[in-house]
């Protein structure tokens, strides 16, 4: 039995969310590819994830720029070869994964969070607060991981990388427009040890602006936002939290002016250590926080950046 994992990758090495997803392919399979679709630079970062068998690439314009239509059409073509096609529960992930267990007719798992055995995997239900087994019959699946539940397969490897050809072919109704890249020198939302993030309570873009990233920039953390903040414009829709955003599970979780609706809590209960800050002491949050601070963010934030600059110091 083989497994591919579709890589997630930023176009010059592959996201650590890739080696989570091939710890997942191990353990339902010893025969373990990596496809690096649109990212051929991305390559020998994953040929060095321990456990895999070869690592290919494909080039196109449609697969440069992360199309559905494109990666599930070059799935498609690979499908052949594997009994299991698995790919991380990003954006992408989720974009293309559906697509591709559709045009193949075969079953699709979505989040999973354990493996009981090659067929049989423990995924989320209800924006997380019940859990369900379920079981694959036999023949071909596809799977998307949520990273976050697993441990990266370490480096050591050395598999050899092959190239194999993509058509341009992306389907009458999908074509690249433009893309805008938010760039920053904070860590990586979906990956990063520590988020700060905030909420409806901030009241605008300015003052999520002048109380969040301040406070981020102090930890060294990413910074993240409720939907009912992106909602209103004060962050931008890569900063939201959430079931219909990224999950995350850094080490350390702050939540500002967040009341902690169902929605933002599946996307981030897992975390380490949540603190939230919130003036109603009702605020849903402080029921799964570790340390709860029931108090104006206006006075609370300003004193725990000063009580910072003493460690700092």
Known sequence: MAVLVIA??????????????????????????????????????????????????AESTGLGHNLAEALTALGEQLAG???AILTPATSVGKNFAPRLAAKLDVALVSDIIEVVDAKTFVRPIYAGNALETVKVGEGR???????TAFKAASEGGAAPIEAVPASDATGRAASFVSEEVVKSDRPELAGAK????????????EEFHRVIEPLADKLGAAVGASRAAVDAGYAPNDYQVGQTGKVV????YV????????????????????????????????QIADYGLVADYKVAVPDLMAELEKIGK
Do not use: C, W
């Not at 699946?141 to 990273?147: C, E, K, L, S, W």
């Open 8 to 57: 997630d990758h930023d176009g010059a090495t592959v996201r650590d969310t890739t080696a989570k997803t091939v710890t997942v392919a191990l353990a339902i399979a010893s025969d373990v590819d990596v496809l690096v679709a649109g990212g051929s630079a991305a390559a020998a970062s994953a040929a060095k994830i321990s456990g895999v068998r070869k690592v290919l690439t």
């Open 249 to 252: 599970a850094p080490d350390l």
């Open 141 to 147: 699946f596809v799977a998307t991981v949520r990273a």
């Open 194 to 205: 520590i988020v700060v993030s905030g909420g409806r309570a901030l009241g605008s873009a």
């Open 255 to 286: 939540a500002v002016g967040i009341s902690g609706a169902i929605q933002h809590l599946a996307g981030m209960k897992d975390s380490k250590i949540i603190v939230a800050i919130n003036k109603d002491a009702d605020a849903p949050i402080f």
């Open 81 to 83: 070869g594997y009994e």
